[in-house]
Nanobody, 122 residues
């Protein structure tokens, strides 16, 4: 599976962005997917994850109620709708995939996109 993240940019606090993760490969629909982020000087952290069929989702406490993860298997694409963005959400956002149930830890994912930068100004 090859992953390509897009949709990052500069937004003011309180604004919204939608990230996309386009996947190539025949088995996309069998993969659990996740979003992670890495702020400058910090470790990569879990943001959200979704099961292969979209029935199950899980969020980090820091984004719960503000971010929504979804996927469209017909388009081989996963999304992250980010609302009420805050300066602390500033980071490079990465999408990831794994051939199993959804997970929240970085090393559980074997496939990674290149990242897209989200900058939230105050």
């Amino acid at each position: 599976v090859q992953l390509q993240a897009s949709g990052g940019g500069l937004v003011q606090a309180g604004g919204s962005l939608r990230l996309s993760c386009a996947a190539s490969g025949r088995t996309f629909s069998r993969n659990a997917m996740g979003w992670f982020r890495q702020a400058p000087g910090k470790e990569r952290e879990f943001v959200a994850a979704i099961s292969w069929n979209g029935d199950n989702t899980f969020y980090a406490d820091s984004v719960k109620g503000r971010f929504i993860i979804s996927r469209d298997n017909a388009k081989n694409t996963m999304y992250l709708q980010m609302n009420s963005l805050q300066p602390e959400d500033t980071a490079v956002y990465y999408c990831a995939a794994r051939y199993s149930a959804l997970a929240t830890i970085t090393f559980a994912y074997g496939y990674w996109g290149q990242g897209t930068l989200v900058t939230v100004s105050s």
